[in-house]
């Protein structure tokens, strides 16, 4: 008897999971934080000649999706794979200690980090400046940290999880309230708020953190969810094609974005949610998928007007995310379009950018092959894009047809 679709991608996620995460743990920890700073393409371990790619530089928001990832990962592999689940908590402890010692300071994390861990950053030339720390701003990691101490937290028992629930609620009131800044790459100010664009990001990467809220119990910090999901579909959404426009009355659209959107949005809306809004969710996706897949993988931006892509560069995050939502959509819908994507973007993936040995992506493509170009950090994923986007979509897969669990490595 042959398997089916949901069969065989549920059985391909968790080897390709578990052997990544396997790769991360084996490689030497850099003073406790993981380290994934490896060229996709040499497979070298970038070293202190390489400057802000090289282990001197820690990366906070990369550590902080790590945590998420680890908690995440070993609630799915407590039954699957014990012995890992295990190896993934032992490291999931120690990263958390280390993150909420690297922001006790001043109640912030900052995106880099030198090997005093001071925060620094790096501008458009490379240059290294040390990092303004207004108390009032907020930034992405700032998001991710937050997230990754509450899931920590609530696995573990912690008693400080009151104290992170609070550190993300201030977080999406920064964003509620203009002080949430997007460009880490330039000092933390009044000054760079006021120019930035008013982009989805930030409440779609904190919608991230709402099916992980509710699974672990904090309902009362959920109020924001449905409020973020509302803003963005009101003020972002574009009607005619279908598209989430970066920027109200603007022509640019990341698709990658807009595909998170949808998988954020449907991991955490439950079976109450409102039929015209998983309608809506599913045309972003399906609109998105098919404007932007344009070759190796899905573009960075595209023209919402004339619907061109933008960039020659095809990142691998935006794929993972697309089974996700793809995946959750389908489970919703069971309609013909969102399985279709589903397999385009699961063929893509594991055809084009996973290199299986090890079992890493390359992170950027162009329709000649694999480049070095790095999307926002230098270090490799550590389990947050593709690992949760795939652990979404087995489990989707687990309820679309249930069977007996299990996983090879």
């Not at 040499?42 to 902080?64: H, V």
């Amino acid at each position: 008897m042959t398997m089916d679709f949901f069969e065989e991608t549920r059985i391909t996620y968790a080897a390709a999971n578990a052997g990544t995460l396997y790769w991360m743990l084996q490689r030497p920890m850099l003073g406790g934080f993981l380290n994934t700073k490896q060229n996709s393409l040499t497979l070298k371990d970038y070293s202190s000649e390489d400057g802000i790619r090289g282990p001197d530089y820690t990366y906070g928001w990369i550590q902080g999706r790590g945590l998420e990832a680890l908690v995440g990962h070993a609630e799915f592999f407590d039954d699957e794979l014990p012995p890992l689940a295990k190896k993934l908590d032992t490291a999931g402890r120690r990263l958390y200690e280390l993150l909420a010692a690297l922001r006790k300071p001043d109640g912030h994390a900052y995106f880099c980090y030198d090997r005093d861990l001071q925060a620094v950053y790096a501008d458009q030339s490379d240059v290294l400046h040390a990092q303004e720390k207004p108390a009032l701003i907020y930034t992405y990691s700032d998001a991710f940290v937050a997230k990754g101490l509450v899931a920590a937290a609530s696995r573990y028992g912690l008693p400080d999880i009151a104290g992170h629930l609070a550190y993300f609620d201030r977080v999406i009131t920064a964003v509620e309230t203009g002080r949430f800044q997007m460009d880490e790459r330039r000092p933390l100010s009044l000054h760079s708020l006021a120019v930035q664009p008013d982009d989805f990001g930030p409440r779609m990467i904190l919608l991230g953190a709402a099916g992980m809220l509710k699974r672990a119990g904090h309902t009362a910090h959920l109020a924001f969810a449905d409020r973020f999901i509302a803003h963005v579909i009101d003020r972002h959404y574009d009607a005619a094609t279908g598209l989430l426009r970066n920027v109200p009355g603007e022509d640019l659209c990341n698709v990658g974005h807009g595909i998170e959107f949808v998988g954020f949005a449907l991991d955490y809306l439950d079976d109450t949610a409102d039929p015209a809004l998983i309608e809506t969710l599913e045309r972003i996706l399906v609109s998105s998928f098919r404007k932007d897949f344009v070759g190796p993988g899905i573009t960075l931006t595209v023209s919402i007007k004339t619907g061109e892509a933008q960039s020659p560069y095809c990142p691998w995050w935006s794929l993972p995310e697309t089974i996700r939502s793809a995946a959750l959509v389908h489970e919703r819908t069971g309609s013909a379009e969102s399985l279709d994507v589903w397999k385009a973007a699961h063929a893509a993936f594991f055809e084009r950018y996973w290199r299986g040995t090890p079992p890493i992506a390359y992170q950027t493509m162009t329709k000649d092959g694999p480049v070095d170009f790095v999307p926002a950090t230098p270090d490799l994923d550590p389990g947050y894009h593709t690992g949760l986007s795939l652990l979404a979509a087995i489990r989707a897969a687990d309820r679309l047809k249930p069977r007996t669990r299990t996983v090879s490595g």
